[in-house]
């Protein structure tokens, strides 16, 4: 559970209110970034410029305004601006209780975790018990930095999640693509769920799955502090290149290969990820004679750059 909660609610169920705190459910931070840099390396920031004058733009100087039509604008004052918000609450009201299952999770916006605050513990464990047993979730509206948004607190044995949900405008409709719905033969599709069944599990583990990308980048990343030259790795090409013309045979392929798709058990491919970057490694052509990195040269010349640990 994260140290510090972003905010403290009530949650509004029948007659009984319930003191909970609010916290984030998801890290934001998994994503290798890099800075832009000016030539001589120092680091460079974003200003606005005016279109008119060409002039830059403080950010204390800056208004807001809603453009009605082509490069016409009516602008807003600070206190308009603030009068069109809806007014912050704490209570989540609870509006309707609904089958877990009935809301689509193309829905599902940012997920939250809430957790019982002083004196809430026994109301909260009888919501999450009776969600539990109903097999429902709770839909409810919470009005936060000037929006009203529509959540649906969703049980779990270890606790309650406050999962956000997007309005109806904010989801496109698969529909719009006009998907032609080709029929398939018994074999065919008896072939499909034979294929299906080889690579059936339980569960989803997260886990068993790591961001390969974020690992690669951070291992080129070091390369490079220690002086090292990164080179590009050669593309994989696929195993069939050309297009399926006959789709029975391509299903029986699939069926002899083990399910033609169906992901690996963690320790085989970390054995395969091993072999892959000892192979690397091993084909890595020498350093070209050049001065090394900034970082390298500040190193003592017994040992290596020390690489500070990274999430």
């Given at each position: 559970?994260?140290?510090?909660?972003?905010?403290?609610?009530?949650?509004?169920?029948?007659?009984?209110?319930?003191?909970?705190?609010?916290?984030?459910?998801?890290?934001?931070?998994?994503?290798?970034?890099?800075?832009?840099?000016?030539?001589?390396?120092?680091r460079?920031?974003?200003?606005?410029?005016?279109?008119?004058?060409?002039?830059?733009?403080?950010?204390s100087?800056?208004?807001?305004?809603?453009?009605?039509?082509k490069?016409?604008?009516?602008?807003?004052?600070?206190?308009?601006?603030?009068?069109?918000?809806?007014?912050?609450?704490?209570?989540?009201?609870?509006?309707?209780?609904?089958?877990?299952?009935?809301?689509?999770?193309?829905?599902?916006?940012?997920?939250?975790?809430?957790?019982?605050?002083k004196?809430?513990?026994?109301?909260?464990?009888?919501?999450?018990?009776?969600?539990i047993?109903?097999?429902?979730?709770?839909?409810?509206?919470?009005?936060?930095k000037?929006?009203?948004?529509?959540?649906?607190?969703?049980?779990?044995?270890?606790?309650?999640?406050f999962?956000?949900?997007?309005f109806?405008?904010?989801?496109?409709s698969?529909?719009?693509?006009?998907?032609e719905?080709?029929?398939?033969?018994a074999?065919?599709?008896?072939?499909?769920?034979q294929?299906?069944?080889?690579?059936?599990?339980?569960?989803?583990?997260?886990?068993?799955?790591?961001?390969?990308?974020?690992?690669r980048?951070?291992?080129?990343i070091?390369?490079?502090?220690?002086?090292?030259?990164?080179?590009?790795?050669?593309?994989?090409?696929?195993?069939?290149?050309?297009?399926?013309?006959?789709?029975m045979?391509a299903?029986?392929?699939?069926?002899?290969?083990?399910?033609?798709?169906?992901?690996?058990?963690?320790?085989?491919r970390?054995?395969?990820?091993?072999a892959?970057?000892?192979?690397?490694?091993?084909?890595?052509?020498?350093?070209?004679?050049?001065?090394?990195?900034?970082?390298?040269?500040?190193a003592?010349?017994?040992?290596?750059?020390?690489?500070r640990?990274?999430?």
């Open positions: 559970m994260p140290a510090r909660s972003i905010a403290s609610l009530s949650l509004s169920f029948g007659l009984v209110s319930i003191p909970v705190k609010l916290y984030s459910a998801t890290e934001s931070a998994s994503d290798v970034r890099f800075n832009l840099l000016a030539p001589d390396g120092s460079v920031r974003q200003q606005y410029i005016s279109e008119t004058s060409g002039e830059v733009v403080e950010r100087a800056m208004k807001k305004g809603y453009e009605f039509e490069d016409r604008f009516v602008v807003f004052a600070p206190d308009e601006l603030k009068a069109l918000e809806d007014s912050a609450s704490h209570v989540v009201e609870i509006v309707a209780f609904i089958p877990e299952k009935s809301v689509d999770p193309i829905y599902y916006d940012k997920a939250y975790f809430i957790a019982p605050d004196r809430g513990g026994k109301p909260y464990s009888l919501l999450q018990q009776a969600l047993e109903s097999e429902r979730g709770a839909l409810a509206k919470w009005a936060s000037g929006k009203t948004h529509i959540v649906l607190i969703r049980p779990t044995p270890d606790g309650l999640i999962q956000q949900l997007l109806a405008d904010e989801v496109r698969l529909a719009d693509l006009h998907i719905h080709v029929p398939v033969s074999a065919e599709l008896k072939l499909a769920l294929i299906i069944e080889q690579g059936t599990e339980e569960s989803y583990d997260p886990a068993a799955y790591e961001n390969e990308e974020k690992k980048i951070l291992a080129a070091d390369r490079k502090i220690e002086g090292k030259e990164i080179v590009s790795n050669e593309p994989v090409e696929s195993e069939s290149t050309g297009q399926v013309i006959d789709l045979e299903l029986r392929a699939s069926l002899s290969k083990g399910g033609g798709g169906a992901r690996q058990k963690p320790t085989a970390k054995a395969k990820e091993e892959t970057e000892a192979a690397e490694v091993a084909e890595m052509p020498a350093p070209r004679t050049r001065k090394p990195a900034q970082r390298a040269e500040k003592p010349a017994a040992a290596p750059a020390k690489v640990a990274r999430k």
